[in-house]
């Protein structure tokens, strides 16, 4: 059977614009955000996918839907979360007279969502889907502002041909357009970590995942704060366990575990984020940038840079730099 969707012209729907070439969104789409979005949708609404590549998750706000998932029934009423494996059918569709209100995502079952790990569909009740709605209208919000500025993944913009333009979308959900693009690229690179973060709590906490991991947070966030101030010193794995007070092995085991990645890999996101904002709010050189932010060889700088974030740090100062400067 092929993918049947019925999506009434009276529907409203604001995409995330993860076809966009753009830092923030870049960071969504390697941990796993395939597509995302708030809806509206009205009588005659529904959605029948055989076998979906990704996980689903659904938060209904107003109104309700039923979800059929390998012959089982739910009831979507407000505040209620539902998360669908990937790879078994699902179907659903709007029951309520008014308008079914919902956010929801298709991620992708990466390493980084490896604690998704179920066999059926699990219902369950949201904490608070404000805070991911809030973080959604200010990373679409911030990102307009700059559109411009952005080019698109044309094969994967195909995914939204039938999607309504941004700023529609943005009037028909009272999203505000922002005066300056001052700050828009700091700003939706918060966000974005904003939804993240929140839809992985949301989703432990339905699944009720072991937290044993979380007990390091608070000494690995003062950790990275520290590095944060000093990132143009040598941080090596031995100087970043000392200062959080554990052994090597302890500590990459842990930052594995709360952080998906390598300590490594956390150390350059983190320098790469900050020359990003050097490049965008200051003249100075860019070999300074990249002493600063702790690499000795500007091609490797370079390299890393355009690896991560697909431009060259010329061509993103010349893309993001704000012109008041």
Known sequence: MKLQIKIPQSTTQLFLPLYLHHPAVRYLVDHGIAFSGISKATQGFSI???????HLALFTTAGAAQ?????????LL???????PADQSHRYAITSSQPWEFTWFHIAPTE??????IQRACLGKQMDIVFITNAIRGFVSEIFTILPQLDADQNERQRYVDSPDLHQSMSAFDIPEQSTGQLSMELSDCYGRLILNYLERELRTLLECDGNANRYHGTFEQLWKQVRSSLNQPWTLEDMASAANVSVP???RH???IYHCTPASFL???????ACRLLAESRLPISEIAQNTGYQSISSFAALFKKKFQLTPREYRNRFQYRNL
């Open 67 to 75: 979800m059929t998932c390998q012959g089982e029934r739910f009831e």
């Open 112 to 117: 980084h969502w490896r604690f998704i790990d």
């Open 250 to 252: 302890t500590f990459i």
């Open 78 to 84: 407000p505040d209620s979360l539902l998360l669908t």
């Open 48 to 54: 029948h996918r055989p076998k979906p590549d990704f």
């Open 255 to 257: 930052i594995k575990e």
């Open 268 to 274: 350059q996101h983190l320098r790469l984020t900050y």
